[in-house]
């Protein structure tokens, strides 16, 4: 029998939270709150807020079907429609989900959006995504701010003055008109100052990992931390008491040396792994348990950076507001090209001693699997580390095979095993240096 997992503060802290964020929204309509309907890479919460609106995530909606084994039919209803099989199973999990009422994880519906905020990095089906909204939300305005890709490798001055004419021009004046409020520089700013705070304590959060043995799971577990900023608490009050809550308890498990908890109590770790890619939300604890039956610990990931990199320095900037909130949607991880990717996945098989690098390729997701091979090859042949390969799938549950999955993470861990074994026999025999 499974060891019951005791809540500590934050977990309780991250429930009350989210409960009342879905019990606002279910309420949008008789307190007069206006609803934005926009995407977590990117996202422009800060605004939102400073409007006093209330966001609401598709992508998210999605993964928590996912979790909760309604997504698949949501799909198969989404394929009735029309959609094909090879589109994103997020798209096709949320235009089925509102198929069937919009019903949100806490059991009410979700309200309609007074206005769709289109903001578009790296992944273009979040364009063809909102083409559908618009068609079942007619007369709801579209506000689209395109961000330029990180094609050279860095942003320019002129990339965000491109970014910034667009809020000026497009995405305020639309959000004025939705909310019946005025833009209020001041208010944003106070609100990107606990941005930034929440920004800092991720990046601590995140950086315990380099402890042995590590105190959390940087991408099961790490999915979780993430949420509070990704479904829109960014630049709360609630947010920072969150993260201050979370990284406290965190210190103390550094403290006393534990280990990662798991559904099933504490593992002891054995590996220590990078992760490529989403996770599967469909059977994410039979997921899971294929890691820490085998004492495999991830210690960093890409995709709990989906919602924001803030790794190499970038916090919101509340002395340049809207240059800040352009800077900071060019700078999500989708929207980096693939030597960026690369070297982003190199610096954390570094920084944070690991085994290996493994990539979970999802079968729907272009923005994240596209040119994953080119960069299993590049960091396998330049660090000669072991590098694995698994497939699944968002929240599709046809496209998730376990006993595939345990194949190849068995044979992949038996890979590391033998690493170690031979690294140890090398340590060993290697004379000891003396001077002359």
């Given at each position: 029998m499974a060891a019951e997992v005791i809540k500590e503060k934050s977990m309780i802290l991250q429930k009350e939270m989210i409960?009342?964020?879905f019990d606002d929204l279910s309420s949008a309509k008789d307190t007069g709150k206006k609803v934005v309907y926009t995407f977590v890479p990117g996202n422009l919460s800060e605004l939102i807020h400073a409007f006093d609106m209330l966001p609401v995530y598709p992508e998210i909606n999605a993964l928590q079907s996912g979790m909760r084994k309604q997504s698949g039919s949501y799909i198969r209803d989404a394929e009735k429609f029309g959609f094909s099989e090879d589109v994103c199973t997020y798209v096709k999990c949320d235009?089925?989900?509102m198929l069937n009422g919009n019903i949100g994880p806490t059991g009410k519906k979700l309200p309609d959006p007074d206005l769709l905020l289109l903001s578009y990095t790296g992944c273009f089906t979040f364009m063809k995504w909102f083409e559908n909204l618009e068609q079942l939300y007619p007369g709801v305005p579209v506000a689209m701010i395109h961000t330029p890709y990180q094609e050279g490798g860095k942003i320019t001055p002129e990339m965000t003055e491109y970014m910034v004419k667009q809020l000026r021009e497009d995405v305020i004046p639309k959000m004025e008109k939705v909310s019946g409020k005025k833009y209020d520089e001041t208010k944003l700013k106070h609100i990107l100052e606990d941005a930034a705070k929440t920004e800092d304590?991720?990046?601590?959060?995140?950086?315990?990992?380099?402890?042995?043995?590590?105190?959390?799971?940087?991408?099961?577990?790490?999915?979780?931390y993430i949420g509070p900023i990704n479904i829109g608490f960014r630049g709360t009050?609630?947010?920072?008491?969150?993260?201050?809550?979370?990284?406290r308890e965190i210190l103390e498990r550094v403290r006393l040396g534990l280990g990662p908890v798991t559904p099933e109590g504490e593992v002891t770790e054995r590996y220590r792994l990078v992760v490529e890619g989403p996770p599967n939300w469909t059977s994410f604890?039979?997921?899971?348990?294929?890691?820490?039956?085998?004492?495999?610990?991830?210690?960093?990931?890409s995709y709990t950076k989906v919602g924001g990199l803030y790794d190499d320095g970038f916090r919101h900037d509340s002395t340049r507001p809207l240059e800040s909130l352009s800077e900071y949607c060019m700078n999500c991880y989708t929207n980096l090209n693939l030597p960026q990717r690369i070297s982003h996945l190199k610096k954390c098989v570094t920084d944070y001693r690991a085994d290996g690098l493994?990539?979970?390729?999802?079968?729907?997701?272009?923005?994240?699997?596209?040119?994953?091979?080119l960069m299993m090859r590049a960091i396998e042949e330049d660090m000669e580390i072991p590098v694995g390969f698994i497939e699944s799938d968002l929240v599709d549950p046809r496209y998730f095979s376990y006993s595939n999955i345990k194949n190849r993470l068995d044979s992949y861990f038996q890979m590391l095993e033998q690493r170690k074994i031979i690294t140890k026999e090398i340590k060993q025999n290697i004379p000891a240096q003396t001077g002359i």
């Open positions: 409960a009342k964020l235009i089925g989900m304590l991720i990046v601590k959060i995140f950086d315990t990992t380099k402890n042995s043995p590590s105190p959390i799971d940087a991408y099961f577990a790490g999915v979780y009050p609630e947010s920072v008491e969150y993260y201050t809550e979370l990284y604890r039979e997921f899971w348990k294929l890691f820490y039956d085998h004492g495999a610990v991830i210690v960093a990931s493994l990539v979970n390729s999802i079968k729907s997701c272009n923005s994240f699997s596209a040119g994953q091979l």
